[in-house]
């Protein structure tokens, strides 16, 4: 039987101030691992805070072992894989909402948040720069996808990882609570939940989702972080609006008994996708009812 | 109506939980324990004091009573209930003597110069106690009014955080009633109490029960006024609301900074409020 034992660390960071974030960080993974996880997943932006504007320049790492946020983090990953939160620097001074899988002293992979929203509340397009790539990654576990908030908020990018051979999504959010009504929690984790168990149902996989707690500038930020299986089942869900660890032991097996009675990954028709979405393309081509 | 309208019901518990973890966490991140508000005997600033008490505990907020002379006597009572029922301290402030000098050029035929000044005093009060006590001003001021521009720009909208600003008076009605403010204070015409006889309602033209509902289409909606006139308000009324929504907004807002340099606070320097907590 192949197990992950994950745990979702779902905590309130203080704003722009890495060091402070590093020590939780470092704690919820001594933590994770002392509890048997094998992976601990933070939430987007998890070292330094979301509503950055001018101060994402200055809290801005390059997630290598001689950065010494990094350095630090990379050492407790001999220990624990970890998939951590910051604002990317890259080479030419570009910025990006990116996360980081660290295994073994290693960064297997960053994911660049492609999804930026810049509306209603957003603003994040104006500070930072559009990832570009939406790549699976090999680990221990199997191959994984890591996807930044409003990069599930699209149906692509968690369809691509599947097609990519992504068998765990593991989603990471610093998602600000809105929409009241007359029930017991807020529409925006009404909705986040939804569509996470659809894509867990549609594709078959599971999907680990990191939300983070506490207030910044007046937004609340509800934490409920959930992991659902193959069959779209709730397996975990922490609380809301409040820090926790949540731990979930994964049966990888159950990839194999859902998509042995349920084959949607065996017959998705993804020729028929391409071809299509290339028609579609063309005839668009020249208007602007569609992005690139 | 064709479709159902957003409604103007919450869910008390969960709203309580937010604003009470907000006021612990905006007040404890700056530094401070404690929080200082004006209790008016009404149901804004009843509820703020409620959820302040739950936040910090009742001997860490300070709710000040200031009185004017024509102040009706209900609201030193009815403020007099919340301290009572929520253990919090208390101070009383009669603003007259320091009203009376500023009021002798004022004339009595302007009842709006003459409120203001009432409350930018109590602003002052406020302030002043809140750096006596260390504590933060936490703000009372409700959705409608702030939408409706119906508050004293540096008067009572003066405060350093702000629990209530996104809860309609109808849901502060509601979620007061499910936190067991007294039904005398939630139930009463709500009134500034800058005049004797003054009503809100009066003042306004309309009742909170009629526009609530047209604001929650307008604004959380995004209906077109358009839309709201078929969803059966009158349409004098959806253009009037609209109007002093339109021409309140500088109060909603810090005031314009001519820029001239290549980096200007508020245009492109631009900083959170809870930088570095």
Redesign the interface.
């Given at each position: 039987m192949r197990h992950l034992p994950l745990a979702l660390a779902q905590f309130n960071t203080r704003l722009g101030d890495v060091d402070a974030n590093l020590d939780r960080h470092l704690a919820f993974a001594h933590d994770a691992r002392r509890q048997g996880a094998e992976l601990v997943v933070f939430p987007e932006l998890s070292l330094t805070g979301y509503v950055l504007q001018d101060l994402a320049v200055s809290v801005a790492r390059r997630p290598e072992a001689d950065d010494p946020a990094f350095r630090h983090l990379l050492q407790a990953s001999q220990e624990i894989d970890l998939l951590v939160g910051f604002v990317e620097a890259e080479q030419r001074h570009r910025f990006y909402i990116s996360s980081a899988y660290l295994s073994r002293g290693q960064v297997v992979h960053v994911h660049r948040k492609v999804y930026l929203p810049t509306y209603g509340l957003f603003d994040e397009g104006r500070f930072f720069a559009w990832g570009d790539h939406v790549r699976a990654f090999d680990t221990r576990f199997g191959r994984l996808g890591v996807l930044i908030c409003e990069d599930f908020w699209h149906a692509s990018p968690p369809y691509l990882l599947w097609l990519d051979g992504a068998d765990v999504l593991l989603f990471a959010s610093a998602s600000p609570g809105r929409g009241m009504t007359s029930e017991p929690r807020l529409e925006t984790a009404r909705w986040v939940e939804q569509i996470n168990q659809a894509y867990a149902s549609l594709f078959t996989c599971f999907v680990a989702h990191a939300n983070r707690t506490g207030f910044e500038d007046g937004l609340n930020f509800w934490g409920g972080s959930t992991v659902f299986d193959p069959d779209g089942t709730l397996l975990a869900r922490a609380p809301y609006h409040e820090e926790a660890l949540t731990l979930v032991r994964l049966d990888l097996e159950q990839l194999h008994r859902t998509r042995s009675r349920l084959p949607l990954l065996r017959d998705e028709r993804t020729a028929l996708m391409a071809r299509e979405l290339e028609r579609i393309l063309r005839r668009e081509a020249g208007s602007s009812t569609l992005g690139v | 109506m064709s479709e159902p309208a957003p409604?103007l019901?919450?869910?008390a518990?969960?709203?309580r939980?937010?604003l009470v973890?907000?006021v612990r966490?905006?007040i404890t991140r700056a530094g401070f324990t404690r929080a200082v508000l004006g209790l008016s005997g009404g149901v804004d600033s009843a509820l703020a004091c409620y959820l302040a008490a739950e936040a910090l505990g009742p001997e860490n907020v300070l709710a000040i009573r200031m009185p004017y002379r024509t102040s009706s006597p209900d609201s030193m009572e009815h403020a007099a209930l919340v301290i009572r029922q929520t253990g919090v301290r208390e101070l009383t402030v009669p603003i007259t003597p320091m009203a009376e000098p500023i009021l002798a050029d004022v004339p009595e035929d302007q009842p709006i110069r003459r409120g203001n000044i009432l409350a930018r005093l109590r602003m002052i009060v406020l302030y002043d106690r809140s750096a006596e006590f260390q504590g933060l001003v936490v703000g009372t001021g409700n959705k409608t009014e702030i939408l409706l521009g119906y508050t004293t720009h540096y008067g009572d909208s003066a405060c350093a955080l702000n629990p209530l600003g996104d809860l309609y008076k109808t849901?502060v009605r509601q979620l007061a009633r499910a936190m067991d403010v007294p039904e005398v204070i939630v139930a009463k015409p709500p009134s500034a109490d800058l005049w004797a006889g003054q009503t809100d309602e009066g003042e306004l033209g309309f009742t909170y029960a009629r526009v609530d509902p047209l604001l929650m289409l307008l604004v959380d909606g995004r209906y077109a006024p358009e839309s709201c006139v078929e969803a059966g308000f009158d349409r004098a009324f959806v253009l009037a609301v609209l109007e002093r929504i339109r021409r309140n907004q500088f109060k909603r807002v810090l005031p314009p900074i001519a820029k001239l340099s290549n980096r200007t606070v508020g245009y492109d320097?631009?900083?959170?409020?809870?930088?570095?907590?």
């Open positions: - | 409604s019901e919450i869910n518990d969960l709203v939980r937010i973890d907000f966490t905006e849901q320097f631009l900083y959170p409020r809870d930088w570095g907590t």
